[in-house]
């Protein structure tokens, strides 16, 4: 894994994570580590500054409850993100980039699926939901090669292969 640029007093406050449902601590034993590691990977690779996430390892009923009430889609899903508005803190407080929020069962779902390993899968859900917080989107084909694009060489400097490629089993 590349290391960061940053300062550790930048990098260390970056993630808030809450754990709703402790089988994630079996698919990835150190999940505040995990974050921090995908995190520091995207702004490594982004030119925004320096952000807090608000991270919520859950699941799949409760990404399904989020989807419908924010989203008008009563299905769960791998991850959302709910980007703040940073023009209502104060001067001077760290900018609050906004929540993610992730779907266990989902997410081993779709690890499976793809022939990766969940941990893999989980960096590279953490890394889409972080890109979205800093304005990228997939709702068109331009932007979707772009993010994904992106998502590739972060998920290159955590060591990950292609997320994209078919059939190409996920590092550890």
Same mark, same amino acid.
């Given at each position: 894994?590349? %290391? %960061? ?37 995207v702004f490594d ?35 959302? %993100? ?64 772009a993010m994904e ?15 994209y490629a078919v ?6």
């Amino acid at each position: 894994m590349k %290391s %960061s640029t940053k300062p550790a007093s930048e990098i260390e406050p970056l993630a808030n994570v809450r754990i709703d449902d402790e089988a994630w601590r079996d698919v990835v034993p150190d999940l505040e580590v995990c974050c921090l590691h995908a995190l520091t990977a995207v702004f490594d690779a982004t030119p925004e500054p320096l952000g807090q996430i608000s991270m919520l390892f859950t699941d799949d009923a409760a990404l399904r409850v989020l989807n419908a009430t924010y989203r008008g889609q009563d299905k769960a899903t791998n991850v959302l %993100s709910f980007p703040s508005d940073p023009a209502g803190l104060p001067p001077g407080h760290p900018t609050f980039l906004g929540d993610i929020a992730l779907a266990l069962e989902t997410i081993l779902g779709e690890a499976r699926d793809q022939g990766k390993t969940p941990v893999a899968h989980t960096h590279h859900m953490i890394v889409h939901g972080a890109l979205h917080l800093l304005g990228y989107d997939h709702s068109d084909d331009d932007d979707a090669r772009a993010m994904e694009d992106l998502e590739r060489t972060i998920l290159k400097a955590l060591d990950y292969p292609d997320p994209y490629a078919v059939g190409v089993e996920a590092a550890v």
